[in-house]
């Protein structure tokens, strides 16, 4: 049996044709990931020792990365015994991710290319989720994509989805022309480990863009509740955007104590707020990351870029936590 050792002194088996990722579930191991298909980062982590083999395209790593040794543990096997330099949550304990029944108890357009969607689930359902986790929503004809949630949990247990339109996409095209009300459809979760790990203390950096502040959202109603010795030292939002119509939520009227900044890469002229990248204009304004902690979400390209730019300025290693959205495409 092929062995798999982690910097951080845990190991675990891998059988042939199983991913590193499947492998550690399987050992009670638990390793950052997000979309599972070798599209993100999330997962990577970097070969030490031994061979590995790619099951799938690692399209979420640089071709300067691959030569580093760096892998996608979601799409990658190990050929030989390997060590792997990669930090493993440990003591996190993330709620099972099932199979539901759910029907949409409301549906409202909030931009041109913006749903938002509430899911009910049955009175039964003990579904449990930590802000910043998603969901897979399967559809019409077994369609399946993923959809961070866009709320704190909450007594009325619905579920609340930020849902930006994709040109030609079939779940698009079901989310912005043939949903309705009480529709029935399934959802599982909650899945992904982009989610608040100790804040007290430090500053708290949120950097979005798109719909990628659904996340965002959670997690600052989630703050909201944190007892005063758990509370961050300061908790800034940046929100990226093309034009000002695209910030289809209010987020000063949150009833939670942070800074925000929205930032547009094409303003018009009666724009007087920042402008360019958000990662850019994050370093402007804070310019010492010593004390932060920095959690992106959004396009790949943002994120690559925001923790290429801001760990070269100072921000710890193990101090950037991201959730790239990747398009599922039109099928």
Same mark, same amino acid.
């Given at each position: ?53 790619? $099951?799938?395209?690692?399209? &979420? ?5 691959? =030569?580093? +040794?760096?892998? %996608?543990?979601?799409?990658? /096997? ?40 509430f899911?009910?689930?049955?009175p ?26 866009a ?35 399934? $959802?599982?979760?909650?899945? &992904? ?5 100790? =804040?007290? +203390?430090?500053? %708290?950096?949120?950097?979005? /863009?798109?719909?990628?502040i659904?996340?965002v ?9 944190y ?46 707020g ?42 710890p ?15």
């Amino acid at each position: 049996m092929t062995l798999i050792a982690l910097s951080s002194g845990k190991s675990f088996p891998i059988s042939a044709g199983t991913t590193i990722l499947d492998a550690a579930a399987q050992a009670k191991v638990l390793l950052p990931y997000s979309c599972k298909t070798g599209r993100c980062s999330t997962c990577k982590c970097k070969v030490l020792s031994g061979t590995t083999q790619a $099951l799938h395209p690692e399209t &979420g790593l640089s071709d300067v990365e691959k =030569v580093d +040794g760096w892998i %996608l543990s979601c799409v990658r /096997t190990a050929e030989t015994d390997i060590l792997l330099e990669v930090d493993d949550l440990d003591g996190l304990v993330l709620p099972t991710a099932k199979t539901w029944p759910c029907r949409i108890s409301e549906i409202k357009q909030l931009a041109p290319d913006v749903m938002q969607v509430f899911l009910r689930l049955p009175p039964s359902a003990d579904f449990d989720f930590i802000p910043g986790q998603y969901i897979d929503i399967i559809g019409p004809g077994g369609i399946r994509r993923s959809y961070s949630l866009a709320n704190a949990a909450s007594e009325s247990k619905l579920l609340e989805l930020n849902i930006r339109s994709v040109n030609g996409g079939a779940m698009s095209d079901y989310w912005f022309n043939q949903a309705k009300q009480n529709d029935l459809l399934r $959802l599982n979760g909650p899945l &992904g480990t982009f989610l608040l790990r100790d =804040v007290a +203390g430090i500053d %708290l950096i949120f950097l979005a /863009t798109g719909t990628g502040i659904a996340p965002v959202k959670a997690m600052l109603e989630s703050l909201a509740h944190y007892p005063p010795d758990k509370q961050p030292k300061s908790a800034t939002v940046l929100w990226g955007a093309r034009y000002p119509s695209d910030f289809y939520l209010a987020l000063s009227e949150m009833a939670a104590d942070f800074s925000y900044i929205p930032v547009l890469s094409r303003p018009d002229d009666e724009w007087s707020g920042e402008m360019g990248y958000v990662q850019d204009v994050l370093l402007k304004n804070v310019p010492n990351l010593l004390n932060a902690a920095v959690y992106a979400c959004g396009s790949d390209a943002m994120i690559h870029s925001a923790q290429k730019s801001l760990l070269a300025a100072g921000l710890p290693a193990n101090r950037f936590y991201s959730d790239a959205f990747v398009c599922s495409g039109s099928n």
